[in-house]
């Protein structure tokens, strides 16, 4: 299947996310940051933090598992992870509920070493309980071509 513009704008369901210090903790080990923003609440409530938050790359755990929340059905063979971004209004909290939303921002093609790609831009936008945004992971999903022996019928 190859892409149209008139999947931009077209939105998963949206899905919910706890945020439990202990998974904040273990996120950081498994980056080998032994940051005590992430882990030590004495230290964190003595910074301008007032308690401990998570790690900047943190929302990447928040899509995981989230089955059905993706607008559309991909190929996985073709997906390559390209450039991914946080933009932040708050930072992430142990005890957060999360509402998140994985929604399609954009769609462009580039050419590369082995043809024609797209590039999918997909925004999981996370809001608090009051709906307030909190966090947007913009994800770059390069989409490859079909190689030509597959997309001949």
Do not use: W
Not at 122 to 141: C, F, H, P
């Amino acid at each position: 299947m190859e892409l149209d513009k008139s999947v931009i704008g077209l939105a998963g369901e949206v899905f919910f996310f706890n945020v439990e210090q202990s998974r904040i903790r273990q996120f950081a080990e498994a980056l080998g940051d032994h940051n005590p923003l992430y882990a030590d609440e004495k230290y964190a409530s003595e910074t301008i933090y007032k308690g401990i938050i998570a790690p900047p790359t943190f929302p990447v755990v928040i899509g995981s598992g989230s089955e059905g929340s993706f607008p559309i059905k991909l190929d996985e063979k073709r997906m390559l992870h390209g450039e991914q971004e946080f933009i932040y209004y708050r930072p992430i909290r142990p005890g957060d509920r999360l509402f998140c939303q994985m929604k399609i921002r954009d769609l462009y093609e580039r050419e590369g070493k082995n043809g024609k790609m797209q590039c999918l831009i997909v925004d999981t936008e996370v809001k608090d309980e009051e709906s307030k945004m909190v966090v947007i992971s913009r994800l770059n999903i390069i989409y490859r071509s079909l190689p030509a022996e597959e997309g001949v019928s």
